[in-house]
């Protein structure tokens, strides 16, 4: 079983930052792509960024320039740094992982999510 923690969402002025941490733990042979992606209210879940291994990254158009994911190998973390955020950035963020359980075998894993909400 693999669990992702997430931190750091909160309330936050139009303009203002915040940097959400995800911690992966558990039965991980190893890490492949990770990410982050959102929901609000009344609309699907869409993808923000994300990061493979080797450390490349993709972003969706609307976080461009704003948001800058990385992750620490090491630590099985991976953050989102947010700047600039607008109210149309509200939503709970998500944690993902597709984790090796074992050499052959791999996983999607979520985490519980964690509330952002840009408003003054």
């Known amino acids: 079983q693999v669990q992702l923690v997430e931190s750091g969402g909160g309330l936050v002025q139009p303009g203002g930052s915040l940097r959400l941490s995800c911690v992966a733990s558990g039965r991980i042979f190893s890490l492949n792509t990770m990410g982050w992606s959102r929901q609000a209210p009344g609309k699907q879940r869409e993808l923000v960024a994300t990061i493979t291994s080797g450390g490349s990254s993709n972003y969706a158009d609307s976080v461009k320039g704003r948001f800058t994911i990385s992750r620490d190998n090491a630590k099985k973390m991976v953050s989102l740094q947010m700047n600039s955020l607008k109210p149309g950035d509200t939503a709970v963020y998500y944690c993902?992982?597709?984790?090796?359980?074992?050499?052959?075998?791999?996983?999607?894993?979520w985490g519980q999510g964690t509330q952002v909400t840009v408003s003054s």
């Open positions: 993902n992982a597709n984790v090796y359980v074992s050499p052959l075998r791999r996983d999607d894993y």
